[in-house]
């Protein structure tokens, strides 16, 4: 497979506007690495959609988790997301998109929480997802060496998007599965090298 081709997914097969979601982030994430593993990047927004799509969110919502970092990675920008794929899904990418004038990473990640946190709904099941995968990075970056000091303050972080979440979707699959990973890190957390 070359890697520009997207993958073949067998959870893409019944989601058509997914399926182009991924042709573009295949090509936007082209080169970049996830830090916890050196896999390719586009497999992080990849688990974010398969989670959303197992738990049989519609296709628009499958597809901005698909192209949720877009925004924040590469040049692609918001008009170009809305003429291509709608303003549904162009909106839910921008509503869970850090500020990119807000330098302080602290600062960036309150005011997210905040704006995902008013507009609850989809972007918030989107937020969701994304955070389960990047608790679940952060477990395999501990297992690889890493110390809990170096991965203390987003741990904090998604803590505080659980709890965000937790009042925003009460009883939402996902924010369950949130909760699990957060304290499965805390309580059996991996051993190191």
């Known amino acids: 497979m070359n890697a520009e081709d997207p993958p073949h997914l067998t959870f893409l097969r019944h989601l058509p506007l997914t399926q182009e979601a991924v042709e573009l982030a295949v090509k936007l994430h082209a080169g970049q690495r996830r830090a916890a593993d050196g896999a390719s990047f586009v497999v992080h927004p990849m688990e974010v959609a398969s ?88 477990r395999m970056e501990l297992a690889a060496g890493a110390s809990m000091d170096q991965v203390q303050a987003r741990i904090r972080r998604h803590t505080e998007s659980l709890e965000m979440l937790e009042a925003t979707i009460p009883g939402s699959r996902i924010v369950e599965l949130l909760r699990f990973e957060i304290e499965a890190l805390a309580e059996l957390p991996p051993a190191g090298d």
Not at 81 to 103: H, K, T, Y
């Open 51 to 138: 989670l959303l799509d197992r738990a049989h969110y519609p296709d628009h919502v499958v597809a901005a988790a698909v192209l949720h970092d877009v925004l924040e990675h590469t040049d692609e920008g918001f008009h170009d997301l809305e003429r291509r794929f709608g303003a549904e899904v162009a909106e839910l990418v921008a509503a869970v998109s850090d500020d990119p004038s807000i330098a302080d990473a602290d600062e960036a990640k309150r005011e997210l929480r905040e704006r995902v946190g008013r507009a609850g709904g989809y972007a918030a099941v989107v937020y969701a997802a994304d955070k389960v995968s990047k608790v679940r990075e952060i």
